[in-house]
């Protein structure tokens, strides 16, 4: 690993890379990175970046937003086959014909999207920063795509008529409440943090239901020591490296996401030494994408 590690070192220089990894990364990932976070900690950092080439550690829709936001620059995905089940729900047509169906709704789109369907939306969220969109709009129905679980948390936080789009996350919708019921039995002075992404049922058992960089402020700041976690397996890293005095315990062993569990550091070296996995944006798909995500960073 120490030999692949310094290929990694060496083939940044050689490129003037950045690494960026998303918090569900695996753990070895994400400590090679220059950059860690959530969707929207990575958004707003990848517009600060001072690199010619950017390696993406995440999946599809994460590289293709900093693409869009850095035109200028090479976007490498660090594994080319690594999707988002979820992104896949939705396309384009879709949203369209969704669009047609309520057309005084304003489309609030999660980043969990292509950028085909960015450009179809009026503004983007994250899982953090959800509900404080849907509140800056002036309108009063707003269609949420695609994650009907997101969605609905949002829509228990705001006066405005929110229409579900059906999509989900696989791992946090398998994740259920008699499970989190049966953590708490085994560790009853736990703090329960969950993702928003999870169902109504689940969120309804937590004390805070928070986006993954959310979750790891919110553990620092804590007093408690232990925790049960709901969200995928890859975050127990950075919560546990920065409160090592702390515990933290998934709810459930099945809190992992394929995809993001495709990157390793030798595909990672494979992909800088090789320049491939290049993620590009259609240059009129960018410019109407890059709105929605300007609209989002503006207002958070």
């Not at 929207?40 to 010619?52: K, M, N, P, V, Y």
């Not at 900093?66 to 047509?93: F, K």
């Not at 009853?188 to 979750?215: G, K, Y």
């Amino acid at each position: 690993m120490s030999n692949l590690k310094q290929k990694i070192a060496r083939l940044k220089k050689e490129l003037n890379a950045v690494i960026v990894a998303h918090n569900y990364q695996r753990p070895e990932v994400q400590d090679i990175a220059d950059i860690t976070g959530d969707s929207l900690e990575l958004a707003r950092r990848c517009t600060e970046i001072d690199a010619d080439v950017v390696v993406f550690c995440g999946v599809h829709f994460m590289a293709e937003t900093a693409a869009i936001l850095n035109p200028e620059r090479t976007v490498l995905l660090s594994e080319g086959t690594a999707g988002c089940p979820m992104a896949d729900m939705i396309d384009a047509d879709d949203l369209q014909r969704w669009k047609r169906q309520y057309p005084q709704a304003a489309v609030v789109c999660y980043v969990n999207t292509t950028a085909a369907v960015k450009a179809e939306s009026d503004i983007c969220c994250t899982s953090a920063n959800g509900v404080k969109v849907v509140n800056s709009l002036d309108d009063e129905e707003i269609l949420f795509i695609p994650d009907k679980n997101l969605g609905h948390y949002v829509s228990t936080k705001t006066s405005k008529r929110v229409i579900l789009y059906p999509g989900f996350c696989p791992p946090h919708q398998r994740l259920k409440a008699e499970q989190v019921a049966l953590a708490k039995q085994l560790h009853p002075d736990a703090r329960v943090i969950v993702h928003p992404e999870c169902t109504a049922e689940v969120i309804a058992l937590a004390d805070a239901a928070l986006s993954t960089s959310q979750m790891i402020r919110y553990a620092r700041e804590s007093q408690a020591k232990t925790f049960l976690v709901g969200t995928e397996e890859g975050l127990l890293h950075p919560l546990r490296q920065n409160n090592p005095e702390k515990a933290f315990y998934p709810i459930s062993n099945s809190l992992v996401c394929l995809d993001m569990k495709k990157t390793t550091l030798e595909t990672i070296a494979q992909t800088m030494e090789l320049r491939q996995n290049v993620v590009t944006v259609p240059e009129e798909v960018r410019i109407k994408a890059k709105q929605a995500v300007d609209r989002m960073l503006a207002i958070a």
